[in-house]
């Protein structure tokens, strides 16, 4: 559901007498003059002593998204490979032989199809596998990390 543009019943609460009259409220004007409070965390030193990590983080990330792409592109050449073959094949009885060759050589390409996707596959799943392989083994560190934090307490 799209929310009415022209709906100005959020504005208007704010000037609802109850909630007016908490901003007059003496605890809550002297709250405005206080200087803020830091964050627990300082986050942008967070952020700046873990910097090499982040980026260490996002290399990594490039890098298992080139592993994938190559994934892809080795299943396509799979894909290319098997199907090459028969597709000359089929130009070739289409050019010189009769329905019968040419039937064998529409089975020929389904049976070489066929092959590729199963190979494919093949190779979709050893990338899963591999990928879960190195989850479960980081998993257990992540564990053993969170152990170790409770024990600081």
């Known amino acids: 559901m799209t929310k009415n543009p022209f709906d100005v019943t959020e504005m208007f609460k704010a000037f609802d007498p109850a909630e ?4 007059f409220q003496p605890q809550n004007m002297f709250s405005m003059f206080q200087p803020q409070q830091k964050s627990m965390f300082d986050m942008d030193g967070i952020i700046k002593a873990n910097q090499r990590n982040f980026e260490a983080l996002q290399e990594a990330n490039k890098s298992a998204a080139s ?3 190559d994934m892809l592109d ?21 050019d010189t032989a009769g329905p019968d060759t040419l039937k064998a050589k529409t089975a020929a390409m389904n049976e070489a199809v066929e092959e590729a996707l199963v ?16 989850y479960e083994q980081v998993k257990g560190q992540v564990s053993e990390a969170v152990e170790e934090l409770q024990k600081k307490k």
């Open 74 to 94: 080795k299943q396509m050449e799979v894909f290319g490979t098997m199907t090459k073959a028969v597709r000359e094949q089929v130009q070739w009885a289409e």
């Open 119 to 134: 190979m494919m596959k093949k190779l979709a799943d050893a990338q899963r596998k591999a990928t879960e392989a190195a």
């Open 20 to 23: 007016m009259s908490k901003i």
């Open 67 to 69: 592993a994938y792409k």
